[in-house]
């Protein structure tokens, strides 16, 4: 048991930190308005940071995990995590399209044809092109094989897609996005789904963003409104888009695995809050409340080095990984409320450091599955436990809705 | 970067749990609540013979010169079925004398388990106490620790009151910390001694082995062990402790997964309520959370000692309210029954109570963890 470098790794660690060393000064600034080079304009920092991508991707620090045909370094999770933690450690951004290189580049090279890796990948992994993942809707949540946007195919092959989707990341600057439709209403719920490359630029597509508490749009929501896809826009064939999307949501997982503390909600910053107040440092509820909170985010963090002990051999992380989420967002949600009582309304100050965090926690709480849905989903898998009775299987699609209305 | 078991510890671990099921733990749990003490097993020949005395020793003094997190893995599977090994009194105790040269005499009797110690255990200072405390026999003040004078021939007498000993009762050898003309030292005292007495008590938990010792003038070999591994003794208990517990955590998932899955009301197993799946995976996650802080502990005491208080401490702090949630939720989940004489829930339950409030309690190794964050947060 260790945290070391194998000397492997410590190699391409030494490499990685000489790149940054000798290339941090092209790294746009942001997120430091004081600093002279700062970028502050919004356009400005997506097309920096995408030519930053881009020069991450050159030196192999991004998409490390991807095999070497598509631009990738062939290498194992722990590289890419040596890259993440140099990137941190030097202060510069990682890359803009996370999703797009973490998770849905990924799903292409399981599920894509070998015409899609070959134009997508490429543009994809040095920020040329960013992606979204347009799954979620207004009722497909947790629930993900609800959808309702609904594609139909022509007599030429082509497609035609109407709907809705929600909470989508990027999406006002996405190229394209990789979007699962309901192509057969007849068939059960998860049988009549398929995955499609989605041209964000197509006519009938319109991407409004999506306010939350904090005023600032983090999401967004797009329209389909008789989107025209040509045939070979299906990834992964027609009716099967339910395995395709849960290679993205394993993928998801990953990607959290890896990024262990990167929402920045670690107990040595929370501590921090507390510790610029002389009477909340040595007051013994504030203390009690801070360990208890500390000692759990700590825990994530050799979680997370465990889930990468997995994936180093070749296991796949369960649903298990879910529950560092949610001590990872309660804890944050615990933390920004006991120091807001300790510093009081300055904490909620629009420039203070926890007004943005204590806004955006909320709907964290329900991101990527709510807690409730994740909790019976780890019920189920992991403890054994029997699952919820449930309406919803061995009927067509199409009479759920009818169904649902007449248990309610 | 590798954090899971190696064969060996898979091994140790396997090899505890098959050595400690040849005994009906808690059936003997049971009955020495009902007043009969004798129905406890002496676990300790079966200790011996599985090596534990010897863990924490280096191997040229007899023993099997492992790590912290080999011990917390051997005390999992103790807490899992409640076994009474006196392995918190003891490993503490070799670990400090592991550190002090000049003690290397005493080790050899202790490696083999010929000869038991029991750790006197003392809390190190904090962010806001400078100075060394032991835990009270009654109340929450906090007295200081044991006092030591020369005893002008190379050695040292020993004054103090320790309270609620683990594994005090039936020891050969205290081991533990004096203060010097205000500075900490290690001591080893024969229980056997002079002016040494030492009161077995019980509370609550009759599987726990308890003693209130009293020191007047106790003749003392004095230690060199550093003063780290003095305050590393108290955070490898808060450790074992931690480990302990989260293995009496598995029993209780286990038994009520179990039972959740058989008893239907409404037609229904009651494990198919979310109320119920929710409650359980509730236990699932603070006890993932426990074991990850296991393997902080683990490696921060050889890797990172710096950093060994704190995640010994948070260990203890999360392990110690996973305790007492997965012990109730055990009680709930069963329904009435789980909170009669003749279920093991309540014996978890008991355990959870006392454990909790043992060596400076989960609430002291709470507050070490916010002090040191606290100190982490200055420095940064």
Redesign the interface.
């Known amino acids: 048991m260790d945290l070391d470098d194998t000397p492997e790794q410590a190699a391409h660690r030494i490499r990685v930190r000489a790149w940054l060393k000798e290339h941090k000064g092209e790294a746009p600034v942001i997120g430091n308005p004081t600093h002279p080079d700062a970028i502050t304009d919004e356009a400005e920092i997506i097309s920096a940071r995408r030519a930053w991508q881009g020069k991450l991707a050159e030196a192999g620090l991004a998409g490390v995990t991807w095999p070497k045909e598509y631009g990738g370094q062939g290498l194992g999770p722990i590289e890419q995590v040596v890259c993440n933690q140099e990137i941190a450690k030097a202060g510069v951004p990682g890359i803009l399209d996370a999703i797009g290189v973490g998770m849905l580049g990924p799903t292409l090279i399981a599920h894509g044809a070998e015409e899609q890796k070959s134009r997508y990948l490429g543009p994809m992994l040095h920020g040329d092109e960013v992606w979204c993942q347009l799954f979620s809707e207004p009722a497909a949540g947790s629930d993900l094989a609800a959808v309702q946007t609904r594609a139909r195919q022509a007599e030429d092959g082509s497609w035609s897609l109407t709907g809705q989707k929600v909470w989508t990341t990027n999406a006002q600057f996405s190229s394209y996005g990789l979007l699962l439709a309901r192509t057969d209403p007849e068939q059960h719920k998860h049988k009549g789904l398929t995955m499609f490359i989605l041209p964000m630029d197509a006519p009938g597509v319109t991407v409004r963003g999506l306010r939350q508490i904090s005023g600032e749009a983090e999401f967004n929501e797009v329209f389909l409104d008789d989107v025209k896809l040509d045939e070979d826009a299906v990834v992964g064939g027609v009716g099967n888009g339910w395995g395709t999307a849960l290679t993205t949501l394993m993928f998801e997982r990953v990607t959290i695995g890896l990024g262990g503390e990167g929402l920045g909600y670690n107990s040595v910053r929370f501590a921090k809050g507390i510790a610029s107040d002389e009477h909340g440092r040595r007051d013994s509820e504030v203390r009690r409340q801070l360990g208890e909170i500390s000692s759990e985010l700590l825990a994530v963090r050799f979680t997370g080095y465990r889930t990468l002990t997995a994936l180093q051999k070749g296991q796949i992380p369960g649903p298990e990984a879910g529950l560092a989420k949610v001590t990872i967002v309660n804890g944050a949600i615990k933390a920004g409320d006991l120091i807001t009582d300790v510093l009081g309304p300055d904490a909620l100050d629009e420039g203070s450091e926890w007004a943005y965090m204590i806004s955006f926690l909320p709907g964290l709480k329900s991101a990527g599955g709510t807690e409730e849905i994740l909790r019976n989903t780890i019920g189920e898998r992991v403890l054994g436990l029997p699952p919820e009775p449930r309406l919803d299987k061995g009927i067509p699609f199409s009479e759920l809705r009818s169904k649902e209305g007449a248990t309610a | ?6 064969d060996e ?1 898979v091994f140790l671990r396997e090899a505890a749990r098959g050595a400690l099921s040849r005994f009906k733990t808690l059936e003997a749990a049971r009955e020495a609540l009902d007043g009969n003490d004798s129905a406890l097993p002496d676990l300790w020949p079966a200790a011996c013979e599985a090596g534990w005395p010897g863990l924490l020793i280096d191997e040229a003094h007899g023993g099997a010169g492992l790590d912290a ?1 080999d011990a917390m893995l051997v005390l999992g599977e103790c807490g899992r079925v409640l076994a009474p090994v006196a392995l918190l009194g003891h490993l503490p105790a070799t670990a400090i004398l592991n550190a002090s040269p000049a003690a290397a005499g005493l080790l050899e009797p202790l490696s083999s388990g010929e000869r038991r110690a029991a750790y006197l255990p003392t809390m190190p200072p904090n962010d ?1 106490v400078d100075g060394w405390r032991v835990d009270p026999a009654h109340g929450s003040t906090r007295p200081s620790a044991a006092l030591a004078k020369d005893d002008g021939k190379g050695g040292a007498l020993v004054s103090g009151a320790l309270a609620f000993v683990p594994d005090a009762p039936g020891a050969d050898l205290l081991v533990g910390v004096a203060l010097l003309d205000g500075k900490p030292v290690g001591v080893a005292i024969e229980a056997s001694a002079s002016g040494v007495s030492i009161e077995a008590v019980h509370r609550y938990d009759a599987t726990r082995s308890l003693g209130h010792v009293t020191l007047s003038d106790a003749p003392a070999t004095l230690l060199d062990a550093p003063e780290e591994a003095l305050a590393g003794a108290w955070h490898l208990a808060q450790a074992l402790i931690a480990a302990e517990s989260l293995g009496s955590v598995e029993t209780a ?1 286990e038994m009520s ?1 179990a039972y ?2 058989e008893r239907h009301t409404f037609g ?2 009651i ?4 109320a ?3 409650a ?3 236990v ?2 603070q006890l ?3 074991r ?2 296991l ?2 502990a ?2 921060a005491r050889e ?1 990172a000692p710096a950093e060994f208080p ?2 010994a ?3 203890r ?2 392990a110690g ?1 996973a305790l007492d949630h997965g012990a109730r939720t055990m009680i709930s989940v069963h329904g009435g029954i789980g909170a009669t004489w003749e279920h093991d829930a309540p014996l978890y339950f008991r355990r959870a109570q006392l454990s909790r409030r043992l060596l400076g309690g989960t ?1 002291a ?7 040191e ?2 100190a ?3 420095a ?1």
């Open positions: 970067m590798n954090l899971a078991l190696s510890q997190f806001l998932l997964v959740a899955k229904r197993a494990g198919s309520y979310q119920v799946k929710h359980l995976t509730e699932l996650r993932e959370n426990g990850s802080l393997y902080y683990g490696w890797g704190l995640a401490s948070a260990a702090s999360v309210r609430a190794a709470t507050d070490r963890v916010a002090g964050l606290i982490q947060a200055d940064a």
